[in-house]
T-cell receptor, first 111, second 114 residues
Framework: TQLLEQSPQFLSIQEGENLTVYCNSS?????LQWYRQEPGEGPVLLVTVVTGGEVKKLKRLTFQFGDARKDSSLHITAAQPGDTGLYLCAGQPHSGSRLTFGEGTQLTVNP | ETGVTQTPRHLVMGMTNKKSLKCEQH?????MYWYKQSAKKPLELMFVYSLEERVENNSVPSRFSPECPNSSHLFLHLHTLQPEDSALYLCASSQEDTPTYEQYFGPGTRLTVT
């Protein structure tokens, strides 16, 4: 099983601050997905990255897939309380295979 | 609203009870999944049904028994559970003829075994 390590595990910041969370592995992934899970709900897909070095933007969120396709980062600009949640990364070892999930980063944005 | 519903949202059961979790997807997907989410652990894939056929069973104890009567419905039958089975049980669906198997999750059933 290919493991995904997410860091930090917990992050508490003030509204308006910027932050970056990381998803790392020693293995190569065909694609990587990011999900956000709010309290009392299931994870919701934010983005899928498939090409090494790819950068995708979703409003104030910027996702990057590492050049070697072993790691990914999520950067949030000017965080808002609505960004609070558990951010999960999920990697696909090869196209058409099942996903492996990381443990997640629990983000709290305080007003 | 992700198009995947789960009932009940909360369940408390004793170790000798029998109960069932239900999942329904309204997305027209061809695969459905059960995951277990416990504190401080990655999501654990339990079962996968593709085109209504069970294609994956990740060493899950027999006290968990899945059922997929059609492509839109998935059940997880529970019996003689243990307290360590307390967790959030998530159902998901995806379209498995796309390369990336993006998951659409339901809101989960919070299970407490007493």
């Amino acid at each position: 099983t290919q493991l995904l390590e997410q860091s930090p595990q917990f992050l508490s910041i003030q509204e308006g601050e910027n932050l970056t969370v990381y998803c790392n592995s020693s293995s190569v992934f065909s694609s990587l997905q990011w999900y956000r899970q709010e309290p009392g709900e299931g994870p919701v897909l934010l983005v899928t990255v498939v090409t090494g070095g790819e950068v995708k933007k979703l409003k104030r969120l910027t996702f990057q897939f590492g050049d070697a396709r072993k790691d990914s980062s999520l950067h949030i600009t000017a965080a808002q309380p609505g960004d609070t949640g558990l951010y999960l990364c999920a990697g696909q070892p090869h196209s058409g295979s099942r996903l492996t999930f990381g443990e997640g980063t629990q983000l709290t944005v305080n007003p | 609203e992700t198009g995947v519903t789960q009932t009940p949202r909360h369940l408390v059961m004793g170790m000798t009870n029998k109960k069932s979790l239900k999942c329904e997807q309204h997305l027209g997907h061809n695969a459905m999944y059960w995951y277990k989410q416990s504190a401080k652990k990655p999501l654990e894939l339990m079962f996968v049904y593709s085109l209504e056929e069970r294609v994956e069973n990740n060493s899950v104890p027999s006290r968990f028994s899945p059922e997929c009567p059609n492509s839109s419905h998935l059940f997880l039958h529970l019996h003689t559970l243990q307290p360590e089975d307390s967790a959030l049980y998530l159902c998901a669906s995806s379209q498995e003829d796309t390369p990336t198997y993006e998951q659409y999750f339901g809101p989960g059933t919070r299970l407490t075994v007493t």
